[in-house]
């Protein structure tokens, strides 16, 4: 339903494909190139959330956005959870499509009405009457010693919500075009940054770059077992990889990067080929996304396993404090090392 | 004020066709043609009718599970409505949503919502939209007395103040919440004294007379419309009705219900006033009342023809493409 | 921390031993006489919610139970999920032992933090100081034409957060057996009913009688094949074990009853015996908690089975509104002959 | 009102244990043995200790993020705090906490909370305890200006209302929310007109002079321990230090940190009338100082002694048994 009176101008195509040349960047600036690209480029799109003006955002991720689109655009909110993804979906509704920042996916509890009952179920339940263009970006994970209400992984409860897409980049270059794509999707898409990623760095494409979604990504290729995983648990999964390669282990690391949808096709092949999978996440085992992952691959390719489909995982507690104990918690490198081999072995 | 003869039937025949609406769908539902649960709006139609006289079909508004009344008096086709709740291909929402979820979008009625004040953030955004865009549209909340004690309600109202949107929060205090009477869910007597915390006119209003109501939504529309920022709006009513087609009442006496509906009733009250007032004649009021129930009949019969809805591609509904 | 001018008396010691007399009732009778015996022997055991006072609750559960304990044990609220459950949160810590009724899991959405943030995770962020004995009952199931906002079956979010124990009834006996043990369990439990249970009827034992949490029963014993479910679809596959039986099939019915803890000993068990296993729920499929059902048999007994572990669940959208169309997007009796003939055949 | 030498003293001796204990905690962060993130509650230590002076080791609080200067006034171990932060088996915690979840139940302190507003209904709940069976006891939530805008401030001050319930509402507003300013997050200048909405008493107080804080909640506490209900009290403050350690604060100018610090030091302030009241000299308040850096010196020295929290047996301290 476009506005009446509305002077927006339909967003101007993309430069046209891919840009070839990169540029090292850090995970969070290649996420303000994406938001600030997008917003140039769309006059619909404005950012609501938290922290998010003069401050830059908790974790820089709208840093100099504010100087650049002014205050209209840049939505700085009171502490309001439920308001604030409220109204974004009211915003989506009637012509704007908003971007939110919620700072920890760990506040997703006070706002999961708006994001289940409203924003994922509005377009089946109305028939398909309209469209809910948003993006509700948030991050998660441990590792800064935030503790249990700050820390945690929750993507296993957006997955399980009919109507949301679902999205976890793992390097700087697919943030970027993840998020791009998240941006121009016509549905409400949950995206799920890392804590721990955003001072991560690495070469991404200039100028108007899309990794469309449901795309998985093998990061590493191999022939021994597949580890399935994403998020920060890719850059474990590739210095395990790195070490087992030492011990004549060739793993292959497949990043999912878009939980919802999932590109099955490509864990399945990989599976097809290696014969051996390891799912590894963050989030605690019980009820984990990585169980419908091997509950899938056990399901449709069977008779291809010649081990049981296994899981690496978070313990089942809350994250504590401290540093230590934080670590105990949380799938490491070595964690990924030891099973893969006991895997394999 | 006075109101024209033209704006006082248009307001009669909006009330009219909303209670005969909910009348004919109790007896749908009676007759087990409807499934799931409806929430019948009689005893309140001067509110949604007195608002929605004001808005354009470009202005927003979100509803409730009480929501027939405020669909209607946005202009919906009551044939798609029943349609909707007889579970045709051909209802508002293909027969996904039932009439808890009816919306329609071409009238700019974002939707019924069965979360109580669940919309209130939604109307937020939606004048939000206005406002980034610079348009002169407005949107209003609909939801109840029970709704006002949500934290929706306190985000949203705080949010539309800081920000001056072009909102308008319309409570319909009907006395209830389901079982509970007002007077135990609040320490205050007047719920639009709330609008002082937020820094925005609060009025209260007679809700079953249709002119109050008519002249107060004016007032926050004209507010809203030139960029003076959010009301909210309170109008005192009651439901003729249970809760819900079939609620035993058990927390009602006889009296209660037979005295308050005697003297909340917002279409006798104006079929008294407009004829007393010369608006209209007896014959004009009854003209009306024919040719709602004319538009009632053909609107249920069109319905009927419709075929049940699909089942086939529900995976295929959940994503736009 | 005991309240130090409390007036409370510990509670009186049980009857002594189980009941071996039954009555039929009911489901919501025998959630009934579950509370009103509980209330009786324990003062500090108070009812929280909308609607369930005179009313006695959407369901009929609370019904009569204000005029035996008073409108301050059977407190009538406003509606205001996140501070009703805040204030049970509360009250669990400081010397009462709440239960809250939620009138429809799809609610829980506006609760969700003081659930997890609070309720699940105090114990642990805290080192152990506080217990929080508290109960929140609610229903979700579709069946009833309530559509997408009333109908969902959210387990798997429950499931995946630590702190939480998460019980599903699905007969009249359980659900008072079940709803005591969860009443005097001293850490947050999330009692999960079913709207078309409510009206179901079963032998129920009278007086005292505890179902302990974590025990897994099963309802109908087999050899072919094994069908892992729970809530109402533990009626749905008793019904479709005795068309199977009827075609020479015989399925073993396990229902779990408790999903956290889960009783992974018996599910193994079975499977053991059976050698095929079909994971069943109405909840959508994605991320459901079958599939960490499915994804723990096939790594604990994978050379067990004979064929994939299988889910049958809800498709990925939400409850549609019209009766024909609610059914068609959850498995009824149908489907499960369907998919266990698939799984044995 | 005039508050006796002892009073004045011991709540001298609370605001400077807080303000002593926070510098040490920034000074320990800087050398990078506490990890995660604090927030100081420099600036604003006349709030948590006039108000704690009214309550008994049975009451209950709810603390927040900002939380150090509330466990300390409701009378914590100054070890077992350090010891937290450090993240030791013997903190209070056990190492599983750190600076945002600090509990000590033993004196009726719920806990810190990193959800801004997740406290207020935990407070409320406590005084459904009190009030359900009949003690005396009540409940205090500490919470800043930015969780008065939450749905949970709403809901409970609702619930308190209409119940009575014994709980006071403590919202200590320093001016900012991270990095937004009250005057951008209300359109109200006055937090305390909120209460009026639910029918409770609102009182706004200088919450940098202690004596001006220990009388309004006095007030608050007598109408709670007597059964007349709930209070809302704001008490208008100033964050010396950022949000947290480490925040640029690019969002405050140099000028104003520096002018509102000098005029919102209620330590400094506290000497002044202390002096001048004639209640102590001098030499009196430097003794407490002196203590109180003992204090604070043994309590690291003790901290630090203690082993590493263990992390062998984390998944059995998920649940009670
Ligand atoms: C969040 C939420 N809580 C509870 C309910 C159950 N419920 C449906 S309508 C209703 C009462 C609503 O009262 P009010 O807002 O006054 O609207 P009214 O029904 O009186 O029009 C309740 C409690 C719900 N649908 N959503
Ligand atoms: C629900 C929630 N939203 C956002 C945050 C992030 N956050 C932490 S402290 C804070 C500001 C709180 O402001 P206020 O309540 O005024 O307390 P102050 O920090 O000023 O003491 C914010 C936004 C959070 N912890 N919890
Ligand atoms: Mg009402
Ligand atoms: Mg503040």
């Known amino acids: 339903m476009p506005p009446k009176t509305a002077t927006t101008t339909e967003p101007r195509p993309g430069a046209g494909g891919q840009s070839s040349s990169t540029r090292e960047m850090f995970y969070n600036e290649a996420l303000n190139e994406a938001l600030r690209l997008e917003m140039e480029r769309d006059e619909r799109v404005i950012v609501i959330g938290e922290d998010i003006a003069e401050h830059g955002g908790a974790f820089q991720v709208t840093a100099g956005l504010l100087d650049r689109f002014g205050p209209t655009r840049i939505r700085q909110t009171p502490i309001s959870e439920i308001g604030i993804v409220g109204a974004a979906v009211g915003a989506a509704l009637t012509g704007l499509r908003p971007i939110v920042e919620l700072m920890y996916v760990d506040f997703s509890g006070l706002a999961m009405d708006q994001i289940v009952n409203q924003a994922a179920q509005n377009r089946f339940m109305f028939g398909g009457q309209a469209r809910v263009p948003m993006v509700l970006r948030t991050q998660g994970g441990s590792g800064r010693g935030n503790a249990a209400q700050h820390s945690k992984s929750l993507e296993a409860w957006f997955a399980h919500v009919a109507g949301l897409k679902l999205v976890m980049p793992a390097t700087p270059a697919d943030a970027k075009g993840l998020l791009t794509a998240a941006i121009r999707d016509d549905n409400p898409v949950i995206f799920l940054e890392h804590k721990l990623l955003y001072r991560t760095k690495g070469a991404v494409p200039e100028g108007e770059h899309v990794v469309p979604l449901g795309q998985a990504d093998i990061k590493r290729e191999g022939t021994d077992l597949t580890i399935v995983t994403w998020s920060r648990e890719v850059l474990f999964a590739l210095e395990a990889a790195a070490t087992l390669a030492d011990q004549g282990i060739a793993a292959e690391v497949v990043d999912v990067r878009t939980l919802v949808p999932l590109d099955k096709a490509r864990i399945l092949a990989s599976v097809r080929k290696t014969h051996r999978v390891l799912v590894v996440h963050e989030a605690i085992k019980r009820g984990g996304y990585g169980a419908e992952i091997a509950a899938m691959i056990a399901e449709e390719a069977f008779d291809e396993l010649d081990a049981p489909p296994k899981r690496l995982a978070g313990l089942d507690t809350p994250i504590p404090y401290a540093q230590h104990l934080e670590k105990s918690v949380v799938p490491q490198a070595g964690d990924i090392v030891a099973a893969a081999k006991e895997l394999v072995g | ?321």
């Not at chain 2, 007889?86 to 009625?109: P, W």
């Not at chain 2, 069965?114 to 939000?128: F, K, N, S, Y």
């Not at chain 2, 406002?131 to 549209?137: E, I, M, N, R």
């Not at chain 2, 960029?227 to 809760?243: C, F, N, Q």
Request: glycine content about 12%; charged content about 25%; hydrophobic content about 40%.
């Open chain 2, 1 to 321: 004020m006075t109101i024209d003869r033209a704006t006082a039937l248009e307001l009669y025949r909006v009330m009219r066709t909303i209670r005969s609406f909910e009348e004919r769908s109790t007896q749908l539902f009676g007759e087990n043609k409807i499934w799931g649960t409806i929430h019948s709006y009689a005893g309140e139609e001067a509110i949604a009718a007195g608002v929605c006289a004001h808005l354009r079909d470009d202005d927003w508004i979100t509803s409730t599970h009480r929501g027939h009344g405020h669909c209607i008096a946005k202009g919906a086709d009551l044939g798609k409505m029943f349609a909707e709740l007889l579970g045709r291909e051909t209802g508002y929402c293909r027969g996904r949503g039932g009439s808890m979820h009816i919306a329609d979008t071409s009238k700019g009625n974002l939707g019924a919502n069965g979360i109580v004040g669940g919309g209130i953030p939604i109307a937020t955004g939606a004048a939000l939209t206005a406002q980034q865009l610079g348009t002169d549209q407005l949107a209003v909340s609909f939801f109840g007395d029970g709704a006002a004690n949500q934290g929706t309600f306190h985000e949203s109202l705080n949010l539309a103040a800081i920000w001056k949107l072009p909102v308008i929060y319309v409570c319909e205090n009907n006395q209830y919440a389901e079982s509970l009477p007002v007077k135990r869910a609040f320490a205050v007597e007047d719920i639009a004294v709330r609008a002082s915390g937020y820094g925005m006119p609060g009025l209260r209003v007679d809700g079953r007379d249709v002119r109050k109501v008519h002249e107060a939504a004016g007032e926050a529309v004209g507010r809203a419309r030139s960029g003076k920022g959010p009301t909210l709006l309170v109008a005192d009513s009651y439901r003729h009705e249970g809760h819900y087609y079939g609620d035993p009442r058990k927390y009602q006496s006889k009296d209660e219900i037979e005295g308050w509906r005697k003297r909340f009733d917002p279409i006798a009250d104006a079929r008294a006033w407009i004829v007393a007032d010369r608006l209209a004649g007896e014959a004009d009021l009854e003209a009306i009342d024919r040719g709602v129930a004319q538009e009632i009949d053909r609107a249920v019969a069109w319905a009927e023809q419709g075929p049940p809805a699909s089942p086939i591609k529900l995976p295929e509904d959940v994503y736009a493409t």
